[in-house]
């Protein structure tokens, strides 16, 4: 969701840094977790699906990080508890 809302309002430019955040996360954690390097279990096929979960987790937290500190959600009542659509 918060790819399309970089996305919808024109502000692409941003997922860079979240792919960028998720690929290097990938990258370590599948050498780590694969082959068991620097102190962690070598764990195969499943070390490389939990280097996968994280980074996805990674990548959506920096681009939730980036829509906040931008305030990219003003004017669209993301985070709103009087949301004037909510009252009809």
């Excluded at 290097?24 to 390097?37: H, P, R």
């Excluded at 996968?52 to 003003?74: Q, R």
């Amino acid at each position: 969701m918060g790819n399309a809302l970089l996305v919808g309002t024109n502000n692409s430019k941003y997922l860079k840094y979240g792919f960028i955040g998720e690929a290097l996360v990938n990258v370590f954690l599948d050498y780590t977790l694969i082959f068991g390097k620097l102190g962690f279990p070598a764990m195969g096929f499943n070390g490389a699906a939990y280097a996968s979960v994280l980074a996805e987790v990674t990548g959506a937290f920096i681009v939730f990080l980036i829509i906040v500190k931008k305030a990219l959600y003003n004017g669209f009542y993301c985070f709103k508890a009087n949301n004037p659509i909510q009252k009809q």
